[in-house]
């Protein structure tokens, strides 16, 4: 079955994994913008990688018959640094109008600070003040219900923003549902111990129905399985469930969502 | 949707649930052969092996939504106050 992952960080994979990803049935990705392992020291590094993100990975993908798109931002784990954010942010118009670019994302919180808010929330400004759909990292283990629901309040309380073109990404058990109800996209991220396994994601997909829920590996330089998607397709059909609901959560609403996004392109595999 | 049978849910899921159970039983049974030696654990990892011991319980009750009630238990507060206290405007 074709695929799209819609939260995957390739330049921290190698291009065999590309080779792989493209025969497991993925035909498109996006790569949000994300933390190095370390923290970058100026703009112009981040000028650097906006590069990658929009010129040189979508040329490794190409190679292999899959789309990339991607996001723009200065991730929640560098904004402790909050003046380096803001010249980072200053920049990202430069790139806003790169074909691939979907949006500003992966932007959110970590460890829930004052700093991390304030980042945020210039981040939103930039999003609208630019029409750019967002894309939202929730953080991890214990403080992923306190920081979805201060996301969440940040969010809600500016009505300038379209939930539809908002995805609130890593949502588990005790967030999904919060996510959906007020509106948003909802992306959960299929990861080996510290986020959500497919067993789990295909619970959450029966619970809820599947609609606006995304899913992603979100693979990365860490422990992670880029093709976490074909294994929730796996289970998913090991269950039983139809094959268009399937399809539904791993490609046709990653097109609706990503639709929403100017940059948005996408060539079908049996497109003429 | 789509609901499965609770018997063969249960079925194929039980050699699953079994090797986890086991998992954490050694776990337990490997700190509790370290603690021979007399050195107690430090405060916070006892308050982690505590929330081990109640998300365990939690595991036995009969109420519904388990996963989102372990979710809860592993996670902090959440502060109607955040912007308040951290001054954010």
């Given at each position: 079955?074709?695929y799209?992952?819609p939260?995957?960080?390739?330049?921290?994979?190698?291009?065999?994994?590309y080779a792989t990803?493209?025969?497991?049935?993925?035909v498109?990705m996006?790569?949000?913008?994300?933390?190095?392992?370390?923290d970058?020291?100026?703009v112009?590094?981040?000028?650097?990688?906006?590069r990658?993100?929009?010129?040189?990975?979508?040329?490794?993908?190409?190679?292999?018959g899959i789309?990339h798109f991607?996001?723009?931002?200065?991730?929640?784990?560098?904004?402790?640094n909050?003046s380096l954010?803001r010249?980072v942010?200053?920049?990202?118009?430069?790139?806003l109008?790169?074909?691939?670019?979907?949006g500003?994302?992966?932007?959110?919180?970590?460890k829930?600070?004052?700093?991390?808010?304030i980042?945020?929330?210039?981040?939103?400004?930039?999003?609208?003040?630019?029409?750019?759909?967002?894309?939202?990292?929730?953080?991890?283990l214990?403080?992923?219900?306190?920081?979805?629901?201060?996301?969440?309040?940040?969010l809600?309380d500016?009505q300038?923003?379209?939930?539809?073109?908002?995805?609130v990404?890593h949502v588990?058990e005790h967030t999904?549902?919060?996510?959906?109800?007020?509106?948003?996209?909802?992306?959960?991220?299929?990861?080996?111990?510290t986020?959500?396994?497919?067993?789990r994601?295909?619970?959450?997909?029966?619970?809820?129905?599947g609609?606006?829920l995304?899913v992603n590996?979100?693979?990365?330089?860490?422990p992670?399985?880029?093709t976490?998607?074909?294994?929730?397709?796996?289970?998913?059909?090991?269950?039983g469930h139809r094959?268009s609901l399937?399809?539904?959560?791993?490609?046709?609403n990653?097109?609706?969502?990503?639709?929403k996004?100017?940059?948005?392109?996408?060539?079908?595999?049996?497109?003429? | 949707?789509?609901q499965?049978?609770?018997?063969?849910?249960?079925?194929e899921?039980?050699l699953?649930?079994?090797?986890k159970i086991l998992e954490?039983a050694?776990?337990?049974?490997?700190?509790?052969?370290?603690?021979?030696?007399?050195?107690?654990?430090?405060?916070?990892?006892s308050?982690?092996?505590?929330?081990?011991?109640?998300?365990?319980?939690?595991?036995?009750?009969?109420?519904?939504?388990?996963a989102e009630r372990?979710?809860?238990?592993?996670?902090?507060?959440?502060s109607?106050a955040?912007?308040?206290e951290?001054?954010v405007?």
């Open positions: 079955m074709d799209i992952d939260h995957i960080h390739m330049v921290s994979r190698t291009t065999d994994d990803l493209a025969r497991m049935g993925c498109a996006s790569e949000p913008a994300f933390w190095a392992g370390y970058r020291g100026s112009d590094g981040f000028r650097d990688y906006f990658q993100l929009t010129e040189t990975e979508p040329k490794r993908a190409a190679a292999y789309q991607t996001w723009l931002c200065i991730n929640a784990k560098e904004a402790e909050v954010s010249d942010i200053a920049m990202i118009p430069e790139f109008d790169a074909p691939n670019v979907l500003i994302g992966e932007i959110g919180l970590n829930n600070t004052r700093n991390e808010s980042v945020f929330l210039e981040h939103l400004e930039l999003a609208i003040k630019h029409n750019q759909s967002i894309l939202i990292h929730t953080p991890h214990e403080d992923k219900f306190q920081g979805t629901r201060m996301i969440l309040d940040m809600s500016d300038r923003l379209d939930r539809t073109r908002v995805l990404d588990e999904i549902a919060e996510v959906l109800d007020r509106g948003f996209w909802a992306g959960m991220t299929l990861y080996p111990v986020k959500c396994t497919p067993e994601a295909a619970d959450m997909i029966e619970m809820t129905g609609e606006r995304l590996s979100a693979g990365d330089w860490g992670s399985k880029p976490a998607v074909p294994d929730l397709i796996f289970e998913l059909r090991r269950r094959e399937i399809k539904k959560v791993v490609y046709d990653p097109i609706e969502f990503f639709s996004s100017s940059n948005f392109k996408f060539k079908p595999r049996d497109a003429s | 949707m789509n499965r049978p609770a018997n063969i849910v249960l079925e899921s039980f699953d649930v079994r090797a954490i050694a776990v337990l049974d490997r700190v509790d052969r370290s603690l021979q030696d007399g050195t107690p654990l430090d405060e916070d990892i308050i982690r092996r505590d929330k081990i011991h109640d998300a365990i319980r939690l595991l036995l009750s009969e109420e519904p939504d388990r372990v979710q809860l238990l592993f996670s902090r507060k959440y109607p955040w912007r308040s951290l001054k405007d």
